[in-house]
Nanobody, 125 residues
Framework: QVQLVESGGGLVQAGGSLRLSCAVSERERTFSKYGLGWFRQAVGKEREFVATIDWSGHDTYYAVSVKGRFTISRESGQNTVYLQMNSLKPEDTAVYYC????????????????WGQGTQVTVSS
């Protein structure tokens, strides 16, 4: 059984910053080299891709809407991922979900093997 636990959401003013964290917990260690990523879902909208990073931490991809403002990172070989969000905008308001895939990158909702419960990010104008 695999669990993803997110933390770090909250309320921030436009232009501010937040850092999200997500840790992968396995009941039985599988030595899977998880690709990790972040998705978000705003009220009344579909869940959308935000960013992803591979096991080594060397390959990253971002949604156009966040590129240059958000940074995804992890320590190489570790199953904890971070999302540093800078220059936040009201349109970034959403529930942010951590996702994991057993190998490679998690680039789509269908590509994810596991999901976290989500953490709320609210950006006030």
């Amino acid at each position: 059984q695999v669990q993803l636990v997110e933390s770090g959401g909250g309320l921030v003013q436009a232009g501010g910053s937040l850092r999200l964290s997500c840790a992968v917990s396995e009941r039985e260690r599988t030595f899977s080299k998880y690709g990790l990523g972040w998705f978000r879902q705003a009220v009344g909208k579909e869940r959308e891709f935000v960013a992803t990073i591979d096991w080594s931490g060397h390959d990253t991809y971002y949604a156009v809407s966040v590129k240059g403002r958000f940074t995804i990172s992890r320590e190489s070989g570790q199953n904890t991922v971070y999302l540093q969000m800078n220059s936040l905008k009201p349109e970034d308001t959403a529930v942010y979900y951590c996702a994991a895939v057993q190998s490679g990158l998690v680039l789509s909702i269908r590509g994810a093997d596991y999901w976290g419960q989500g953490t709320q990010v609210t950006v006030s104008s």
